[in-house]
Nanobody, 127 residues
Protein backbone atom coordinates (compact mmCIF):
# COMPACT_ATOMS: atom_id res chain seq x y z
CA UNK A 1 0.00 0.00 0.00
CA UNK A 2 1.59 3.22 -1.12
CA UNK A 3 0.71 6.79 -2.05
CA UNK A 4 3.13 8.65 -4.28
CA UNK A 5 2.82 12.43 -4.52
CA UNK A 6 4.54 14.32 -7.31
CA UNK A 7 4.32 17.45 -9.42
CA UNK A 8 5.82 19.99 -7.08
CA UNK A 9 8.40 22.52 -8.11
CA UNK A 10 9.35 26.17 -8.24
CA UNK A 11 6.76 28.54 -9.68
CA UNK A 12 6.37 32.29 -9.77
CA UNK A 13 3.54 34.02 -7.92
CA UNK A 14 0.37 33.82 -9.97
CA UNK A 15 1.51 30.62 -11.63
CA UNK A 16 0.01 27.14 -11.60
CA UNK A 17 1.01 23.61 -10.73
CA UNK A 18 -0.78 20.29 -10.81
CA UNK A 19 0.05 17.76 -8.14
CA UNK A 20 -0.62 14.07 -8.56
CA UNK A 21 -1.14 11.37 -5.96
CA UNK A 22 -0.86 7.87 -7.38
CA UNK A 23 -2.00 4.90 -5.35
CA UNK A 24 -0.39 1.50 -5.60
CA UNK A 25 -1.30 -1.72 -3.89
CA UNK A 26 -4.96 -0.81 -3.61
CA UNK A 27 -7.80 0.64 -5.68
CA UNK A 28 -8.22 4.30 -4.93
CA UNK A 29 -11.70 4.33 -6.54
CA UNK A 30 -13.33 3.26 -3.31
CA UNK A 31 -11.75 5.74 -0.93
CA UNK A 32 -11.64 9.39 -0.11
CA UNK A 33 -8.31 11.14 -0.47
CA UNK A 34 -7.07 14.31 1.13
CA UNK A 35 -4.27 16.77 0.45
CA UNK A 36 -2.41 18.42 3.33
CA UNK A 37 0.48 20.81 3.34
CA UNK A 38 3.15 21.83 5.80
CA UNK A 39 5.11 25.03 5.61
CA UNK A 40 8.40 25.46 7.50
CA UNK A 41 7.76 26.08 11.17
CA UNK A 42 4.04 25.52 10.83
CA UNK A 43 1.65 22.69 11.56
CA UNK A 44 0.32 20.48 8.81
CA UNK A 45 -2.96 21.84 7.48
CA UNK A 46 -5.73 20.33 5.40
CA UNK A 47 -5.96 21.62 1.83
CA UNK A 48 -8.70 19.62 0.14
CA UNK A 49 -10.56 16.32 0.25
CA UNK A 50 -12.46 14.34 -2.37
CA UNK A 51 -14.91 11.53 -1.65
CA UNK A 52 -15.19 8.39 -3.70
CA UNK A 53 -18.89 7.65 -3.51
CA UNK A 54 -20.44 10.94 -4.59
CA UNK A 55 -17.33 12.86 -5.60
CA UNK A 56 -18.02 15.58 -3.07
CA UNK A 57 -15.14 17.95 -2.45
CA UNK A 58 -13.99 20.12 0.42
CA UNK A 59 -11.47 22.95 0.51
CA UNK A 60 -9.81 25.04 3.13
CA UNK A 61 -11.08 28.61 2.91
CA UNK A 62 -7.80 30.05 1.68
CA UNK A 63 -7.75 27.61 -1.26
CA UNK A 64 -11.34 27.97 -2.44
CA UNK A 65 -11.52 29.32 -5.97
CA UNK A 66 -7.82 28.71 -6.60
CA UNK A 67 -7.36 24.96 -6.05
CA UNK A 68 -9.33 22.13 -7.63
CA UNK A 69 -9.20 18.51 -6.53
CA UNK A 70 -10.18 15.76 -8.94
CA UNK A 71 -9.74 12.06 -9.46
CA UNK A 72 -9.07 9.75 -12.40
CA UNK A 73 -10.03 6.29 -11.24
CA UNK A 74 -8.69 4.70 -14.41
CA UNK A 75 -5.24 5.97 -13.44
CA UNK A 76 -5.70 5.37 -9.71
CA UNK A 77 -4.77 9.00 -9.25
CA UNK A 78 -6.05 12.10 -7.50
CA UNK A 79 -4.95 15.52 -8.69
CA UNK A 80 -4.67 18.93 -7.10
CA UNK A 81 -4.73 21.74 -9.63
CA UNK A 82 -3.32 24.86 -8.02
CA UNK A 83 -3.80 28.22 -9.73
CA UNK A 84 -3.02 31.80 -8.75
CA UNK A 85 -0.31 30.56 -6.45
CA UNK A 86 0.98 32.83 -3.71
CA UNK A 87 4.25 32.77 -1.75
CA UNK A 88 2.27 31.63 1.29
CA UNK A 89 1.36 28.45 -0.61
CA UNK A 90 4.98 27.37 -0.30
CA UNK A 91 4.99 24.08 1.58
CA UNK A 92 5.48 20.36 1.30
CA UNK A 93 2.24 18.87 0.03
CA UNK A 94 1.13 15.41 1.15
CA UNK A 95 -1.69 13.11 0.12
CA UNK A 96 -3.34 10.78 2.59
CA UNK A 97 -6.20 8.37 2.99
CA UNK A 98 -7.84 6.35 5.73
CA UNK A 99 -9.62 3.85 3.52
CA UNK A 100 -13.06 5.30 4.03
CA UNK A 101 -15.32 6.29 1.13
CA UNK A 102 -16.31 9.78 2.20
CA UNK A 103 -14.66 12.92 3.45
CA UNK A 104 -16.11 13.86 6.79
CA UNK A 105 -17.45 17.37 6.42
CA UNK A 106 -16.55 18.23 9.99
CA UNK A 107 -13.14 16.64 10.36
CA UNK A 108 -11.62 16.04 6.91
CA UNK A 109 -8.90 18.62 7.64
CA UNK A 110 -7.77 16.97 10.86
CA UNK A 111 -4.42 15.22 10.54
CA UNK A 112 -5.39 12.55 13.08
CA UNK A 113 -8.09 11.25 10.73
CA UNK A 114 -5.52 9.68 8.39
CA UNK A 115 -3.14 6.78 8.87
CA UNK A 116 -1.73 6.40 5.37
CA UNK A 117 0.44 9.13 3.93
CA UNK A 118 2.49 9.74 0.83
CA UNK A 119 6.00 11.08 1.05
CA UNK A 120 5.30 14.71 0.11
CA UNK A 121 6.23 16.96 -2.78
CA UNK A 122 7.77 20.41 -2.37
CA UNK A 123 5.99 23.44 -3.79
CA UNK A 124 7.89 26.72 -3.77
CA UNK A 125 6.24 29.93 -4.92
CA UNK A 126 8.80 32.65 -5.39
CA UNK A 127 9.90 35.27 -7.87
Amino acid sequence: VQLQASGGGLVQPGGSLRLSCVASGFTLDYYALVWFRQAPGREREGVSCISSNDGSTYYADSMKGRFTISRDNAKNTVYLQMNSLKPEDTAVYYCATDFIPSCDGSTWYEEYEYDYWGQGTQVTVSS
